[in-house]
T-cell receptor, first 115, second 113 residues
Framework: GAVVSQHPSWVICKSGTSVKIECRSL??????MFWYRQFPKQSLMLMAT?????????EQGVEKDKFLINHASLTLSTLTVTSAHPEDSSFYIC???????????FGQGTRLTVV | DAKTTQPPSMDCAEGRAANLPCNHS???????VYWYRQIHSQGPQYIIH???NNETNEMASLIITEDRKSSTLILPHATLRDTAVYYC??????????????FGKGTHLIIQP
């Protein structure tokens, strides 16, 4: 069964509005979650590490004021794309780190289209 | 994490074994080889991982060369649903709370009917 639930699976928004994406851990308490972005025909790129109860850490080149991450509980991390623009249109994916030596668990992804 | 090299694409006939190679010549002694796949418009899915011994699970087999500089993922009886991008990633095994993954370009495996 699913370990990570990501919602919504797709969203279309107008330029200038904000969009919130939720990532829920169903089976594990997750002090850390990861957010990735994937543009068409490209690979996944790590955007940020979400840390429960503290600030997220962002990869170089990712604007922390534009991509707001909140990790208020051990089962939920949210990514808010603020003042979205067409160039933010992408596939956003969250993940939990591997448990023990298992591989990472990924959400289903959210297809964001900004018009 | 050590760098990996994979062919950009491969074709395989349905029902045949799909063998996906990965080179990781700079792998360190404590780094594992992980394989993930991503079916179109979905999140990646963990397949298998190994350190130095060959591994098999219900999805695939992983063959790692003795010098650990390369590996092969084997899907024994490929089906159309195995069409996906396959990523080979080398990293120290995470016990939770470790770094995010670095994805290369992967291999786009196309299963032909």
């Amino acid at each position: 069964g699913a370990v990570v639930s990501q919602h919504p699976s797709w969203v279309i928004c107008k330029s200038g509005t904000s969009v919130k994406i939720e990532c829920r851990s169903l089976d594990f308490q997750a002090t850390t979650m990861f957010w990735y972005r994937q543009f068409p025909k490209q690979s996944l790129m790590l955007m940020a590490t979400s840390n429960e109860g503290s600030k997220a850490t962002y990869e170089q080149g990712v604007e922390k004021d534009k991509f707001l991450i909140n990790h208020a509980s051990l089962t939920l991390s949210t990514l808010t794309v603020t003042s979205a623009h067409p160039e933010d249109s992408s596939f956003y994916i969250c993940s939990l780190p591997g448990q023990g030596r298992l591989g990472a668990f990924f959400g289903q992804g959210t297809r964001l289209t900004v018009v | 994490d050590a760098k990996t090299t994979q062919p950009p694409s491969m074709d395989c006939a349905e029902g045949r074994a799909a063998n996906l190679p990965c080179n990781h010549s700079t792998i360190s002694g404590n780094e594992y080889v992980y394989w993930y796949r991503q079916i179109h418009s979905q999140g990646p899915q963990y397949i298998i991982h190994g350190l130095k011994n060959n591994e098999t699970n219900e999805m695939a087999s992983l063959i790692i060369t003795e010098d650990r500089k390369s590996s092969t993922l084997i899907l024994p009886h490929a089906t159309l649903r195995d069409t996906a991008v396959y990523y080979c990633i080398v990293r120290v095994a995470s016990g939770g709370g470790a770094d995010g993954l670095t994805f290369g370009k992967g291999t786009h495996l196309i299963i032909q009917p």
